[in-house]
Each structure stands twice: as structure tokens, then as C-alpha cells.
């Protein structure tokens, strides 16, 4: 029986459009196709997730990579939070899921200092009756041991767990480890398979 809701943060209950961020700010599809290589799919980017980077070493590496857009580098690197925004139907599902007794954590790759603004900014967060962020555990999913940090320091069974996340991967490792899963697409009626889901597996 289902009675934990593990979320994970970005494209869940944060959308998360760097490439929308970086069109705003220079118009421009070379640019954005420069800077997202360079910053958002260079592997200090994951780094940072994983709280061993700053921010500013990061920087510094993202501009080795692309020394020709430096001033970009810079400019994004100073507003890149603003990529962030609530998903407001997802985060009822939270509230709803809360509402009906179950308990709810995080389970998310993040840099600390981007999930401690995140955390001030939105109420949703107080939802939650725990979580495992990335930067804090020096681990990142898919790894198998994020997931038992967030098992091992909440008591959690797996098989009462269930998961939502938008990558196939990390759902995969969940699965790996006895938690249920749910991948998370634009296509999905998140409410509905949730819903289907818990009903399924004869939950709260």
C-alpha cells in the first residue's frame, strides 16, 4: 500500500526552461545553442548539482568552454533562477496528496544556493515533511545511493513509496530499488495517472 509521494523538483513541480530564459535575454539561436552546451549541458553543470562546484568555479568553467561568449556566460550565470517556475496544477497534486494523509518528500538533483531561493520564495515547500536534495549528499540520481539516503533517513519501505519523476532514468534506479514510479511527460495527465495509480494499488 502507497503511502509516501516522493517528488522530484525540476520539470515536476518547477519548470525549468533555461533555453527560453537565454532567447529572452539575447533573441538569438546561435546564442542559445552556444550558451546551453557551455553552461546547462557541460558536466560542471552536474557538479554543481551534486555540491562539489560552486557557482563561481562553474562559471569560470563554462566560459573555458566557450571563451567567445563570456559576457553571456556572465549574464545568465547572474539570472539563471529566473528559468525556474511553479507548475501550478502539479503543485496541487502536492497539496492534494498532503490533504489525503500521504506523506510527501523531495528527492532532486539541485545546487544548494538555486533550492535554499526556491524554498523561500514558494509556500509549497511547506508541504513536505522531508527530502533529500542532491547538493547536500554530494550524490545525484540516477545513482542508487540518493535514493537510500532519502529511504534510510525517513524509515521508508519501497514498496509504499511512489515516485514521480521526468527522467526515465531515475525512474528506472527507483524501480531498481523496489520504489514505484511514474515518468513525468508534457503529455501526461499527471493528476489522472496518480489518481489510476494510488487506486490501482489499493492506497490511503
Not at 38 to 43: L, M, R
Request: proline share 4%; hydrophobic share 40%.
Amino acid at each position: 500500500m502507497i503511502q509516501n509521494i516522493i517528488f522530484d523538483l525540476g520539470n515536476v513541480l518547477l519548470r525549468f526552461r533555461p533555453d527560453q530564459l537565454i532567447m529572452d535575454k539575447f533573441g538569438d539561436e546561435i546564442t542559445k545553442e552556444a550558451l546551453m552546451k557551455a553552461i546547462f549541458k557541460a558536466p560542471e553543470w552536474l557538479l554543481m548539482d551534486r555540491g562539489t562546484l560552486s557557482e563561481a568555479q562553474a562559471t569560470s568553467a563554462f566560459i573555458q568552454h566557450a571563451p567567445d561568449y563570456e559576457e553571456e556566460i556572465q549574464a545568465i550565470m547572474k539570472i539563471w533562477p529566473q528559468a525556474i517556475t511553479p507548475i501550478e496544477e502539479h503543485i496541487e497534486i502536492l497539496k492534494d496528496m498532503k490533504n489525503r494523509g500521504f506523506r510527501c518528500y523531495i528527492l532532486s538533483n539541485f545546487p544548494k544556493d538555486a533550492f535554499e531561493g526556491q524554498e523561500k520564495m514558494h509556500s509549497f515547500f511547506q508541504c513536505f515533511d522531508g527530502g533529500v536534495v542532491s547538493a547536500y549528499v554530494h550524490q545525484v540520481k540516477p545513482e542508487k545511493e540518493i535514493y537510500e539516503s532519502l529511504l534510510d533517513r525517513y524509515e521508508l519501505e519501497p514498496s509504499k513509496c511512489l515516485f514521480l519523476d521526468d527522467v526515465s532514468q531515475n525512474i528506472e534506479a527507483a524501480k531498481a530499488l523496489g520504489i514505484h514510479g511514474i515518468q513525468v511527460t508534457k503529455e501526461l495527465d499527471l493528476k489522472s495517472a496518480v489518481n489510476t495509480y494510488l487506486e490501482a494499488n489499493t492506497c490511503l
